[in-house]
């Protein structure tokens, strides 16, 4: 399929199609997988509960861990990337496990031409709002895949989070807004990538910031009801420089537990 991208998605896309087989090699959820072990926390398994039978549409899925674990409980899975590489890693995985996982190259906003289909969940979840220029549009996409009494289901990093200082340890600094600008903040800082502490991204990444209320409200403008909102002092990935492992894959900052919101999760329905 040929996407829909801006300028800065086209880069976004370069950037997750070089990704893709460093993450490949890199993520301990493709090791878990393997090894017949779980990869998806207890915390997004509460909140949507029982999938057996169920069809699920994995927004922005990557290489498919996530994906492919909620097909080994039971659900009907479909994962779509802008990333072609990432969708040949997720078929390459898939395949190696015997699974069958349907993936398909797509941005979410072009999903309306590219599904015939309507699911039970939408599931979204790990770092992937950033990516997004348009919420309200994302908001209606989702809505629009969803069956009448279906969930959407999202677990992000807090945007609280993201207006701290990344690169010093110590006191935490606000160095970034809160709220939503339409142009992206490009980011070409030669950091390490969070997978892969050896490996540094060739090309720049574009992403837009989003407040709690923009994320809410783009799904409640949609026509979605509202059924949970949580937020956790934990985060799946080391996100400044003093969060320390908490629990397997989990970080939190020691000095300002219980005290400061780094994830949350949203669960909204389609009325029936």
């Excluded at 802008?82 to 999903?111: K, N, P, T």
Aim: net charge negative; charged share 25%.
């Amino acid at each position: 399929m040929e996407l829909t991208l801006t300028d800065a998605e086209r880069a976004n896309q370069r950037l997750w199609d070089e990704l893709a087989p460093v993450h490949f090699r890199a993520y301990r959820e493709v090791q878990m997988l393997r090894a017949g072990q779980p990869v998806l926390d207890d915390i997004e398994l509460d909140e949507i509960g029982d999938v057996q039978g169920r069809s699920l549409l994995h927004l922005q899925c990557h290489i498919g861990t996530d994906t492919l674990d909620w097909e080994r409980r039971g659900a009907q899975v479909t994962g779509i990337d802008f990333s072609a590489r990432s969708i040949d890693m997720a078929c390459r995985l898939r395949d190696e496990l015997g699974l069958q996982a349907r993936f398909m190259h797509a941005s979410v906003y072009d999903l309306p031409a590219g599904l015939q289909e309507s699911f039970d969940i939408v599931y979204t979840s790990r770092g992937v709002l950033c990516w997004l220029r348009d919420l309200e549009r994302w908001g209606r996409i989702i809505a629009g895949c969803l069956k009448p009494g279906g969930i959407a289901y999202v677990m992000d990093t807090h945007p609280s989070l993201c207006i701290f200082d990344d690169t010093v340890s110590g006191a935490l600094r606000v160095a970034h807004d809160y709220f939503h600008s339409p142009e992206p903040i490009v980011w070409d800082d030669a950091m390490p990538d969070y997978a892969d502490s050896g490996y540094v991204a060739q090309g720049p990444s574009h992403e837009w910031t989003w407040s709690l209320g923009d994320i809410v409200n783009a799904l409640l403008n949609a026509g979605l009801r509202l059924e949970l909102l949580n937020e956790y002092d934990r985060l799946f990935f080391q996100a400044l420089p003093d969060m320390v492992e908490c629990r397997d894959r989990w970080y939190h900052l020691p000095d300002h537990a219980g005290r400061l919101p780094l994830l949350f999760t949203l669960r909204a329905r389609r009325p029936a």
